[in-house]
């Protein structure tokens, strides 16, 4: 019996004509068969030629003699010769035009067998690649539809009782009329085609080594996720939107990675700093993939000799990140210079503003059909107005928070409105701490991390304060050091605790938050503050009482006993 991908065979929503036809392929094909439902895959744009886009309600890989794609018709298909005309019967006496079945099939097969051949291997590696018309509730003419469409391409009623010679028969004919070329070994085409259809159930972060089995199950996608994942396979732009630590930038890298294993150049950007480093670190075995964060783009394509050319005044200086840096990439780009991309993959897209957008299409290869996913959570853009995101209106939702325990997620929930309708899957984990900072800042902190160090084992690594303050503002790195069992540092130096700016930590994760200095800001920008932080600790959270909100503040919480 075949394997199937997915497992469950194609959606509920499937006509039950298709479901029967998964069924039946199952049972009578070989066990070394793969069968993928809802084969779809994004070709590479290639100037002047047609593009190798393609779908099929099936794609039978068999290892020993290819691929072949299959299409299914619940009702009957006619063909007029005269007028060059093809229509489908749905229902007895109503029938509709539709495009050429076979030519839609012929070019996807195509398209398919370049594809995998550019993938597979430094040599040609082209499998056969056939194609069929399913047509499991009607009888084909014995002559078939035509010349372009033999009734040996088609499997009718009378086929489908004796399933597994049809498709034999079908290796057979396609083997014949175009042949495998190269002289690698099957093992070559059949690895990118799993690179190509196989999507992930499991995505694998680079994590530090102490993971324990909780973390195991908190890097389990959900439905949801692995459903845009398969989405997106059908689309050449789409905009993500999900609350914090629904896996937007999991997705994102793993999108990249499928992108550039697929052959495209892919451009995978953010808006934050740290952020991009991690991405260009998850990404570095990728030699398609060029990750960096949208100002280090401009830096690098807008030509400019140093970095000390930004002013030191505040508003001078946001006006040149916001505005003269950005210029710098368009008139570079507008001049031919940087270089091109197949596909850009943008995470924390909120923070981008809409001036910006306009320069990731001088970047596209072939802008007509430029690959662009964006993702994005609104609640988490920290400027004054979130700018509207490209593809917003019909944006993909992701609503299973994989990052933090329940624990963490139920207190947010309670006082977050991005929270809402995001079901967590995560282990319960340790409950919320909140502690005073009576009678100083540094005791309560040496006590805290006493209590996580010390006590519970955490390494020091782990463990990132998180504060509503710029670094050279907030009172943490001015505190007299050690405090207790660790240093605390504004860099990464091994065995001390990091501090770091909320801003600047967006869009990256720790097992410790301790938040902190929310106090300064205005009520509104207290609830985006607290939200990007505390949302950034996977398994423990410690809230100082400075940083607590309003209404928290009214409920006594914090206070010394």
């Known amino acids: 019996m075949a394997r199937m991908i997915p497992s469950f065979g194609p959606p509920p929503t499937a006509a039950p004509a298709v479901r029967r036809v998964a069924d039946r392929l199952a049972a009578a094909l070989p066990d070394r068969c793969l069968i993928v439902c809802g084969a779809r895959w994004i070709g590479p744009s290639v100037p002047g ?26 009702g009957g298909v006619g063909f007029d010769p005269h007028q060059a005309a093809w229509r489908e019967e749905a229902q007895p006496g109503l029938s509709a035009p539709i495009a050429d079945p076979f030519a839609r099939l ?3 097969a195509l398209g398919l067998r370049r594809l995998l051949g550019d993938l597979a291997a430094p040599t040609i590696a082209e499998p056969v690649c056939g194609f069929a018309l399913v047509l499991p509730e009607a009888l084909v003419p014995t002559r078939g539809f035509g010349p372009a469409a033999p009734a040996s391409r088609c499997i009718d009623m009378a086929g489908m009782d004796a399933l597994g010679d049809r498709i034999d028969g079908l290796f057979e004919h396609f083997a014949q009329r175009s042949p495998a070329r190269g002289n690698a070994s099957p093992r070559w085409w059949w690895r990118a085609a799993e690179e190509l259809f196989v999507a992930p159930r499991q995505v694998r972060l680079r994590l530090r080594e102490r993971i324990d089995s909780d973390h195991e199950v908190m890097l389990a996608l959900g439905a949801d996720q692995i459903s845009v994942l398969n989405l997106m396979t059908r689309l050449r732009r789409a905009a993500i939107t999900g609350a914090a630590g629904t896996g937007k930038t999991v997705l994102a890298i793993e999108k990249a990675r499928m992108l550039a294993r697929q052959g495209h150049d892919v451009l995978l950007t953010c808006y934050n700093k740290a952020l991009g480093a991690a991405l260009a670190h998850a990404t570095r075995d990728e030699r398609r993939v060029t990750a960096l964060h949208f100002h280090e783009l401009c830096w690098q394509v807008g030509g400019w000799d140093s970095r000390h050319d930004v002013p030191q005044e505040p508003k001078a200086r946001q006006l040149f990140f916001d505005e003269t840096l950005p210029a710098s990439l368009a008139t570079a780009v507008a001049r031919g210079g940087g270089p091109r991309f197949d596909a850009i993959v943008v995470d924390e897209g909120q923070d981008l503003l809409p001036a910006w957008w306009p320069l990731f299409e001088g970047l596209w290869r072939d802008p007509g059909r430029g690959i662009r996913y964006v993702f994005y959570d609104e609640a988490q853009c920290l400027r004054e107005h979130a700018s509207a995101v490209p593809g917003a209106d019909e944006a993909l939702v992701l609503r299973t928070n994989w990052r933090n325990t329940q624990s963490i997620h139920d207190h947010l929930a309670e006082v977050l409105p991005g929270m809402e309708g995001v079901r967590c ?14 009678p100083s800042l540094d005791k309560a902190l040496r006590r805290v991390l006493m209590r996580l160090i010390e006590r519970g084992g955490v390494r020091p690594d782990d463990i990132v304060v998180l504060t509503g303050r710029t ?5 943490l790195l001015a505190l007299p050091q050690p405090l207790g069992p660790a240093r605390l540092t504004a860099g990464d130096e091994p065995g001390c605790v990091r501090v770091r700016s909320i801003q600047a930590f967006k869009g990256l994760e720790a097992l410790v938050v301790i938040l902190a200095e929310l106090d300064a800001h205005s009520a509104e920008r207290q609830h985006a503050l607290y939200y990007a932080g505390a949302s950034r600790a996977q398994h423990h959270l410690v809230v100082l009482d400075s940083a607590l909100l309003p209404e928290q503040r009214a409920r006594g919480l914090g206070r010394a006993s």
């Open 425 to 438: 899957i995560a282990p319960a984990g340790t409950p919320v701490e909140i502690e005073s900072t009576q």
């Open 106 to 108: 012929e070019a996807a």
């Open 471 to 475: 670094p050279t503002r907030s009172a």
């Open 49 to 74: 030629e047609p593009l190798r886009d393609g779908e099929a309600a099936f794609a039978v890989l068999d290892p020993d003699r290819g691929v072949l794609l299959l299409d299914v018709r619940s």
